[in-house]
């Protein structure tokens, strides 16, 4: 029994292999902007000698926390992509202040807003009784993640497996590289070309809003004074402007919360674009893929609100880019035992 089930593992992580080399198949130095590089040093199978049930152990405890709380799934997605806009996907959004570490968590995109840290911590704690000092917290957020997309319905990726963790934290960089929701069009794409992503990405990986919330200070300013002339932005749906003017009044209610997809909040889908043709996303930045006069963008959100499996197979290869941002790999960078401390740190 057990020897037959070592075989299909090992026939499944074979064919996982094999999968994961038809996605990168030639790496050409230089010849790919930061991002986009296959990065030969990760690899999916990377834990498959040293922690082969790393995945199995984030999903068992992510199926708890989402059975706790559906929007947990949503928080985990995101600190990916909070993680990976910050000096590469090193798991720097984790740690908390310390010596010599000013924490991300204190910059503006993140405070009172970014969240499932708790949820990490428990699955590195898991991780680390099963195989101590093995699994780096950069890997951590990224199967996290994943599993979190999984279990909404969403698609599953290969990941590329193999980053290390960072010493440090850099909080101004987190308020210079992470995109306000009020940004235009124009500054998205600026936002996303400094990570090496494209608008292919941009407008796929904006899909990640098919599930969990935004405070009302994040769509404020389109309810009353979006041109800062004292009115709401026109492209805004009227009666979904009215409920959103109900739960988000001129003064206070900053931190009520609304589903960035209101049909479907907690399912991954593709109904955000859906809401986004009829003037229903949430956030500005949403609202802009459609509105914003760019064609190629606008396309791009009717062809996924048409075809999901579009959607799911363009999500799939941003996110996999998205994931291979300047990873720290070999001996750069290091294990942490603890994701909210540098080991130097305990
Ligand atoms: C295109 C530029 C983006 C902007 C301007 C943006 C902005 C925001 C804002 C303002 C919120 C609500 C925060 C709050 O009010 O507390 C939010 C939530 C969220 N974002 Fe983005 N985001 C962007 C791209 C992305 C990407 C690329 C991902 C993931 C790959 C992502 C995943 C999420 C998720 C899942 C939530 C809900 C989190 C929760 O419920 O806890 N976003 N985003
Ligand atoms: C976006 O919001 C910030 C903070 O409220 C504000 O300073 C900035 O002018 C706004 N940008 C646009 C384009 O409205
Ligand atoms: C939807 O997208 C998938 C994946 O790219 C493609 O195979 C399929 O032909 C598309 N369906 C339609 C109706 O265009």
Redesign the pocket.
Known sequence: MASSKTVLAAIFTASLYFTATLAFPAHHEGAYPIGQSPKPDLSPDYYRATCPQADEIVVSVLKKAIAKEQRIAASLLRLLFHDCFVQGCDASVLLDDNDGVVSEKNAIPNKNSIRGFEVIDEIKAALEEACPHTVSCADTIALAARGSTVLSGGPYWEIPLGRKDSKTANMMLANKNLP?P???LHRLVKFFQRQGLDKVDLVALSGSHTIGMARCVSFK?RLYNQH?DNKPDKTLEKLFYQTLASVCPRTGGDSSIRPLDFASPAKFDNTYYKLILEGRGLLNSDQVLWTGNDPEIAELVRSYAENESLFFEHYVNSIIKMGNISPLTGYNGEIRKNCRVANKNI
């Open positions: 306000p009020n940004a235009t300013q800062r």
